[in-house]
């Protein structure tokens, strides 16, 4: 049956009130927020004042995320993947993880201290079974579980070539990720071909060394090769951001600043409770 013309006019003079009725997500409303959470250990955790200026690359990760994503920041120093489990952490973030969201998984630091009972793990059983729990625990709040290897320490050979020093710990995470089909962001391959283009000298910058007097934190001075200092954080947030992008998980739209100087005291270290 055809409509009239006063009929099609009537009809069209209607549609903005229909229109207008109709709920906003049918016509491209801005979705929620986001959260991408961090599960790992101190290389990736909030660090407070009394620190400073030791920094985690999660604190350094909101600047190259869009303003449709937030991070909760959850890695804790000197958790391994099972202390981390055992203690009752996962169980405690789980609870604010929404559908849509990220988990990223980093963890193998402290898994490698296979002499303490609590944290050790071996890379190809308990590691990957202590992996496991995180992935089954994203995916049963709908949220999308994200692998990623420990980055590297700051070790050279003699000859100036960067060392990996995490042994089967990466191989056994990507191995996992391949058979849970879990995306993987090989952040220890990533870290370690941008500590060998900086060189020894070069990566000093970017690690906890410190002379003596130059932060009251640490009067003696510092010389350590596993934690960041600013700059190293930034970068490390940097690769993280862009590995999301390559791998998919995040579209460019979602970031900012990938290849835009961040200041590096856009970092703050919040007083402890």
């Given at each position: 049956?055809?409509?009239?013309r006063?009929q ?8 903005p009130?229909a ?18 959470h ?10 407070y004042?009394?620190a400073a200026p030791?920094t985690?690359?999660g ?8 303003p449709?994503l937030?991070v909760?920041?959850?890695?804790l120093?000197g958790?391994?993947s099972?202390?981390f ?15 849509g969201?990220?988990l ?5 630091h402290n898994d490698e201290?296979?002499e303490d ?8 059983t308990t590691?990957?079974?202590?992996l496991?729990?995180?992935i ?8 999308r ?5 420990p980055v ?14 995490h ?6 995470m990507?191995a ?6 879990v995306?993987?962001?090989?952040m220890?391959a990533?870290t ?11 990566t000093?910058?970017y690690f906890n060394w410190?002379?003596?007097g130059?932060s ?5 001075g510092r010389q350590?090769?596993?934690h ?5 954080a ?18 460019p739209?979602d970031?900012?600043r ?9 970092i703050?270290?919040?007083q402890?409770?």
């Amino acid at each position: 049956m055809s409509l009239t013309r006063r009929q099609t006019a009537a009809a069209l003079a209607a549609l903005p009130l229909a229109l207008a009725a109709t709920p906003a997500a049918a016509h491209g409303a801005p979705r929620r927020t986001r959260t991408v959470h961090i599960a790992g250990d101190s290389t990736a955790a909030r660090k407070y004042a009394d620190a400073a200026p030791e920094t985690g690359w999660g604190m350094a990760l909101p600047f190259f995320l869009g303003p449709g994503l937030t991070v909760a920041n959850h890695a804790l120093n000197g958790r391994s993947s099972k202390s981390f489990i055992d203690e009752g952490q996962l169980a405690a973030l789980l609870p604010g993880v929404r559908p849509g969201d990220l988990l990223l998984i980093q963890f193998g630091h402290n898994d490698e201290k296979t002499e303490d009972p609590a944290r050790g793990t071996d890379p190809y059983t308990t590691y990957q079974d202590c992996l496991r729990q995180y992935i089954a625990a994203a995916r049963a709040r709908r949220a999308r579980p994200v692998l990623l290897t420990p980055v590297e320490r700051r070790r050279f050979a003699a000859d100036g070539t960067a060392k990996p020093t995490h042994g089967d710990y990466p191989a056994a995470m990507r191995a996992l990720a391949a058979e849970e089909r879990v995306p993987l962001l090989d952040m220890q391959a990533r870290t370690l071909a941008r500590w060998q283009e900086l060189g020894p000298d070069g990566t000093e910058a970017y690690f906890n060394w410190l002379e003596p007097g130059e932060s009251p934190n640490y009067p003696d001075g510092r010389q350590d090769n596993t934690h960041f200092r600013p700059a190293g954080a930034i970068e490390v947030a940097r690769m993280t951001a862009r590995a999301l992008l390559d791998a998919r998980v995040l579209a460019p739209y979602d970031l900012r600043r990938l290849g835009a100087r961040v200041p590096e005291a856009w970092i703050s270290w919040p007083q402890a409770a």
